[in-house]
């Protein structure tokens, strides 16, 4: 299984962002993705879900209507948009394999992680 994040950069606050995770080793199709971030000297913390076929998703209420996650099965991709970014959005972003859908919003829930990609929001 491997997991690739990319899409990282500076930002200003207003602006926009699009992360993506590339996957490989296991039938995407199959399972629930989810994206976390951590900022420095904090825990690592929930932002969005997304089931495998891509009907049901979840976010955060810190980037609820402001961030979209959504995913391409054909291209074993899943993806979060962010727009009206915000300097407390500034962390490492990490997409992760869910592992166990009933505790989507706990790191426990999830198998196998990607390496992560740094935002920064600032002017």
């Known amino acids: 299984v491997r997991l690739v994040e990319s899409g990282g950069g500076l930002v200003q606050p207003g602006g926009s962002l699009r992360l993506s995770c590339s996957a490989s080793?296991?039938?995407?199709?199959?399972?629930?993705m989810g994206w976390f971030r951590q900022a420095p000297g904090k825990e690592r913390v929930f932002i969005s879900a997304?089931?495998?076929?891509?009907?049901?998703?979840y976010y955060a209420d810190s980037v609820k209507g402001r961030f979209t996650i959504s995913r391409e099965n054909a291209k074993n991709t899943v993806i979060l948009q962010m727009n009206s970014l915000k300097p407390e959005d500034t962390a490492v972003y990490y997409c992760a394999r869910v592992f166990y859908w009933n505790i989507i919003q706990s790191a426990r829930g999830y198998d196998y992680w990607g390496q992560g990609t740094q935002v920064t929001v600032s002017s």
């Open positions: 080793g296991f039938t995407f199709g199959a399972y629930g």
């Open positions: 997304i089931t495998g076929s891509g009907a049901r998703t």
